[in-house]
């Protein structure tokens, strides 16, 4: 069986430059990375690994919401420019790389469901917990710096609803990390106990004459952002990927 160690390229790469003490500062940073990067191959003794990295477009995201990821820190210019320098590295030490255009959330969210579409196994290597939205046997996550999985289980609880009602949650109670906005007015405590009695956001709107008549008025309002909190949070799984499961097996 096929086993995809899929990194997501500036989830690792960030948090191991930010350890560094000058952000202007990438000694060293092409042996760090390859260092992590073999150790999690020993660990999980994958058939193939693919690290995927972000892109310059503008993400369909951002067109549907120019708020999106709004105030996020850039990216130290010093490891902008050492990028290209790096993926050479890695190529070097058997981890290929794969640039998506915009984000790699999506394009990782892809490679994972069509391997185990056909039979395979995927580890996605992040802590962005949005990928516990991919529930399947077959589809593992990995936090390299707690060394742990990250699992859907940990996440029901903190979140404090079901896994099929996580993308419903978000819609409600919104992102702060990615500036998705939610409904303004519901907040966590709110989106749980509306979970609770009607179970997904479309019997939420369906019912509305049953919600007491304060929070209805507040999901009335933010219906429309309701729905656009709804797609953006989604991973998508059918983005067209310019590449070959071939080009990312390890060497025998």
Known sequence: MNTFLIIDGLNLVRRIHAAQPNENDTNGLDTRVTSACKKLIKFHQPSHVAI??????ISWRKQLFEDYKKGRKPMPEALAQFLPELKTHLAENHVNSLDA???????????????????GEAIIVSTDKGFTQLNHPKIKRWDHFNQAYLTVEEREQKLG???SQFIDYLALAGDSGNKIPGVPGIGPKSAIELLKTFRSLANIYTSID???????KKLEAGKQMARMSYKLVQLQTDMPLQANLSQFRLPQ
């Open 161 to 163: 609803v079901q896994h």
């Open 52 to 57: 995927v990295w972000d892109g310059n477009g």
């Open 101 to 119: 255009e915009t984000e790699a959330d999506d394009v990782i969210a892809t490679l994972a469901c069509k391997l185990v579409s056909s039979g």
């Open 210 to 216: 049953n919600v007491g008549a304060k929070q209805a």
